[in-house]
């Protein structure tokens, strides 16, 4: 059997291991899209692989309500959507991209946020950390 790792060796393998933080590198909040920008239109050639259901789950659930009774909601879950609902289904998607673009925008903000505070207090420390050595070497020459 291998020996165990030391501190050490445990410490710079996981230096060394980055960990996912969901943040692409060099990317600020400047450099995404605005919620303003505009949203490509959905024109698939073949089914998306991201959004497989034609009809989103909130929009079937409403459908399937206006049927009374048991067999009448199975032949309106085969129907196609009319143009009323497709434009619904639209505008949510749209407000659901939207909302993502604000969400990516607050977690980068935040992770800014964070690396600055982290520098800040690095900073700090090394201030601190020259003020002990300087009052050390004060103390031992003075005996």
């Known amino acids: ?18 960990k996912a933080t969901g943040i692409r590198k060099g990317i600020t909040p400047d450099a995404l899209l605005d919620e303003d920008a505009p949203t490509q239109p959905r024109k698939y050639v073949t089914p998306s692989a991201t959004s497989r259901k034609a009809v989103p789950a909130a929009f079937q659930r409403k459908r399937s309500r206006s049927a009374a009774f048991g067999e009448e909601e199975d032949q309106l879950d085969d129907l196609p959507l009319n143009p009323t609902e497709q434009d619904l289904v639209e505008q949510k998607r749209r407000q659901n991209t ?26 700090v420390k090394e201030i601190w950390k020259t003020r002990a050595l300087t009052m050390q070497a004060q103390l031992q020459s003075l005996g």
């Open 1 to 18: 059997p291998p020996a165990p790792a030391t501190t050490t060796e445990q410490q710079s393998s996981s230096a060394r291991r980055s």
């Open 98 to 123: 939207v909302a993502a673009r604000r969400s990516r925008k607050r977690k980068l903000e935040e992770f800014q946020r964070m690396k600055d505070e982290r520098d800040e207090e690095r900073r």
